[in-house]
């Protein structure tokens, strides 16, 4: 990531190399989604948070929103879950991608498991499943 972060000092003028219309723009949102896969939400949230201030679709918005509400099961903050989570799920109905956030909201709902005693994860855990099915199967 940080050697990726170097496109930022690249003159626009610069010739395509390598990076063809890689700016730079997504460092944040894919730094957050990689500490979120190592589990490491404390390091995850802050570039997720910025990421969101950034997400200029709603495709990229949901799926940070995704990442941002692992990062709540990972935390054990039910609320930051469900909260993202919803969110995540009322982007996934405004886009056409919802192949993109289906996919990202099923691995999602591994993370719902340990708190499904609570009724709005169970909520939510629903809302997601009805995304998932009227989006049809995902490779």
């Not at 990062?71 to 969110?87: I, S, T």
């Not at 993109?100 to 939510?124: A, C, I, M, Q, S």
Request: glycine share 8%; charged share 25%; proline share 4%.
């Amino acid at each position: 990531m940080d050697k990726a972060e170097q496109v930022a000092n690249v003159d626009n003028k610069a010739p395509a190399t390598g990076w063809l219309r890689f700016e730079g723009s997504r460092l944040e949102e894919e730094r957050g989604a990689c500490f979120v896969t190592l589990h490491r939400p404390e390091l995850a949230e802050p570039a997720l948070t910025k990421a969101l201030g950034q997400a200029t679709s709603a495709r990229r918005r949901g799926s940070v929103l995704v990442d941002l509400a692992t990062v709540g099961a990972q935390h054990g903050d039910v609320d930051q879950l469900v909260m993202r989570g919803a969110a995540a799920v009322d982007s996934a109905r405004q886009t056409a991608s919802v192949g993109y956030l289906g996919r990202k909201l099923t691995d999602l709902r591994e993370n719902l498991v340990p708190f499904l005693d609570d009724r709005h994860v169970r909520h939510l855990e629903s809302q997601i499943k009805d995304v998932v099915t009227a989006s049809g199967p995902t490779p």
